[in-house]
């Protein structure tokens, strides 16, 4: 019998450079995803030895053609001939899996594989894991050959990620916890089983998710995934301040973070002291010009939009509304910031400048265009200050929203479910809701 053993246990479940996740808002998206960098290069760096990669080429030749003892012979020569094969299933199934351009036809093949391997040898955790592999994503069936792995080896890391990475898909957010739990006992220097333990308490608010968070930054303070929970303590922050405290610390202790637009907390830390403090967001942006900070955003021009916005402030101080409207009417916001407080203090100006009703239209504007509840707020009062209504203002944001539609272009198309044809005519009146599939 084969001895497979699992030396590393890392779930790398993406296999197109690093899955991490999108500051804030696609944070939480990574609850089911361990955070590895992946690398397109497998094939180079595991089939080390020339003759280990053509026993492989043989086993996937013998796949191919229904050989399926052949194969598993070939893939057994292949791991004498190079160690470094198993010493990570998950790129292992992934060198099998590549060059293949027809995926579901490969891992068919390879279930066929592992089936009738696992078969043959019952009592080898890894292979019934690969087998687990080769089922995805049918993650039902998946999961029973990753659960007869870790009860024939309850070591095996990559089996219990994999459970916990596919009991978040489902929503049992608590028993990926525990998965992932299990996983940091096993790997307990391994940061990224912690960090997805966090991730998905939090994203249901389990309680205990602070705690999981405060772990990760206890036990790995000067990582990536520290600095990733920092981000994620500020999304969560109910208070300004405490976002800003967050994220500020997230930028001193972790600077390097500033680099990526996946990993970047100075735009949301810009714009959170742009709500609060128009001169300290100068400041701060005028600090990323000066330290050469890379984002997706342009400083240069945040620091002129936000130069403008504490000189329109002073300008309104001044009484001198008037000037002000010159000035906010010349300027250009920047582009891939929140450019909300401009447009709150271009309404504020216009009302100063007795211009109320260019003001109620131009808020009414922006609210048709971007429902954002500042502008709402600003809208509602500026109508309050006209004798308007809540509901004489939303019937004007309708009437606005009316006059912009546009009637969506008729179709039909085959209902999956029954084969009739259903028609976007045969809704009309109704509100529909649209689910867009992503087919790979």
């Known amino acids: ?17 690093w899955r991490w996740p999108r500051l804030l808002s696609g944070l939480l998206l990574a609850a089911c995803i361990p955070l590895l960098p992946c690398d397109n290069g497998l094939g180079a760096q595991i089939a080390g030895s020339a003759s280990a990669k053509a026993e492989i080429a043989q086993s996937k030749e ?6 399926t003892g052949a194969a598993i012979e070939a893939l057994r020569r292949a791991i004498a001939l190079d160690g470094t094969l198993l010493a990570n299933p998950d790129r292992f199934f992934f060198l099998l899996l590549s060059g293949d351009s027809d995926e579901s036809m490969a891992r068919t093949r390879l279930r066929a594989l592992f ?4 078969a043959r040898e019952p009592a080898t955790a890894v292979l019934h894991y690969l087998l687990g592999k080769a089922w995805e994503p049918e993650i039902e069936i998946a999961n029973t050959h990753y659960l007869r792995a870790v009860t024939l080896e309850p070591s095996l890391v990559s089996a219990h990620a994999a ?30 089983y912690l960090f997805s333990r966090a991730i998905i308490l939090a994203e249901r608010d389990v309680p205990g998710w602070r705690e999981a968070a405060q772990d990760v930054l206890d036990r790995f303070p000067r990582t990536e ?29 972790h600077p390097q973070a500033n680099s990526s637009m996946g990993e970047n907390a100075t735009v949301p830390l ?5 709500r609060t403090d128009a001169r300290k967001a100068l400041a701060f942006a005028r600090r990323m010009v000066e330290e050469n900070v890379r984002s997706y955003v342009n400083w240069q021009h945040v620091v002129a939009m936000q130069e403008t916005i504490v ?90 929203r009316d006059a912009r539609a546009t009637r969506a272009q008729d179709f039909d198309l085959e209902n999956y479910s029954g084969g009739s044809r259903i028609s976007l005519r045969a809704y009309a009146g109704k509100v529909v809701l649209l689910n867009f599939w992503h087919p790979g």
Not at 62 to 67: D, V
Not at 165 to 192: C, I, M, V, Y
Not at 270 to 274: K, N, R, V
Not at 385 to 395: F, H, M, N, P, W
């Open 62 to 67: 013998a796949m191919i053609s229904g050989n």
């Open 311 to 400: 000189h329109v402030r002073a300008l309104l101080d001044a009484r001198k509304s008037a000037d002000a409207l010159l000035l906010l009417h010349a300027a250009t916001p920047a582009a891939n910031v929140r450019r909300v407080p401009f447009d709150l203090l271009v309404i504020e100006a216009e009302e100063a400048a007795g211009q109320k009703a260019e003001a109620y239209a131009h808020a009414a504007d922006l609210v048709a265009k971007r429902p954002r509840p500042d502008l709402r707020d600003a809208l509602l009062a500026v109508g309050r200050r006209l004798g308007k209504t809540s509901q004489q203002v939303e019937a004007d944001l309708r009437a606005l």
């Open 225 to 253: 995934v520290a600095a990733s929970v920092l981000f994620l303590l500020g999304k969560k922050a109910t208070r300004v301040t405490e976002k800003i405290g967050y994220l500020e610390r997230a930028t001193r202790e």
């Open 163 to 192: 459970l916990a990475r596919n009991a978040g898909f489902l929503g049992e957010h608590r028993a990926s916890a525990a998965r992932w739990k299990t996983a940091a006992e096993l790997r307990p220097n391994d940061s990224q």
């Open 1 to 17: 019998m084969t001895t497979i053993t699992d030396d590393i246990g890392r779930v790398p479940y993406c296999e197109r450079g």
């Open 115 to 118: 089936g009738t391997w696992t």
């Open 270 to 274: 810009f714009e959170l002291h742009a």
